[in-house]
């Protein structure tokens, strides 16, 4: 069998493409012609020697290669950004102070800190777990220099938008997928983090609009808290997809109030931050990108 070397430039192009749902949008953000970017996909087959695109409707959509072959692409482009930031940024030294809603602390911060130290050894990283309401305020007075949380940033002028995730009610997985959200008998029992809070005013919001009784069942100061309450049905409660334990399924959503999305925002204490900041932001992006690939990135 021959060895096959692939194009690291045309995996770029091909993994920003699936990022931003457009190969066009992708040869602009790229610099290249729309052209350049459908012979690097052709080029990609012909090396893979197996289709990797297929028509769904109007449009393309992968093939199991073509799954295969984004996993792969991005990381082989992490593991080449990450070569090329260590030769160019050995001499990198400082400090950085990084915060993290609940839901990515133990899914996305061990990586983002791993690939970070393993790139620039000098440089000393202070990691805060927090609530997005307590992360905000912290990147508003300057107590952080970067966090990762839910929501636009409200008055923070330095915020990028990654993402945006739909949320969802989620129940006890030894539930009813379709349990009813419109029993006469009783009001609704509600799980939910302690005000302030984004997702409990969005469950509140979306029950009263449908005439749904609501009571709340359970109130914690804490991610676990939440996730042990309604793992034991203790009430529901929602979420995004992101980070769901076992104990918890998602509700049916033809049977509940329609939610709308959540904004997912990296926000900046400075409109220019220092190279160790802008580095571990970089980081931290791509590293929310490539853990929700089945999300709508934002523009």
Known sequence: MRRITFDLDVLRSFATGMELGSF???AE????STSAVSAQLRKLEEQAGTPIFRKSGRGLALTEAGETMLAYARR??????EAAAAVHGADLEGWVRLGLSE???EALLPA??????RAHPKVRIEARIARSFDLLDRVGSGQLD???AWGDGGVLPHGERLAELPMRWVGPAAGDRAASFGRPDEPLPLATLEAPCLLRTAATTALDHAGIPWRLAFVSPSLGGLWAAVAAGLGVTIRTDFGLPAGVLVLDPAAAPALPSLPLTLLRAEAEPDPVTARLAAILAQSVRDALPGFAAAA
């Not at 953000?29 to 290249?32: A, E, K, N």
């Not at 983002?112 to 130290?117: K, Y």
């Open 112 to 117: 983002v800190l791993g690939r970070f130290a």
């Open 76 to 81: 082989l482009l992490a593991l080449n950004d």
């Open 103 to 105: 839901d990515f602390g």
């Open 24 to 26: 066009a949008k992708a």
């Open 146 to 148: 970067l966090a990762l």
């Open 29 to 32: 953000r790229l610099g290249r």
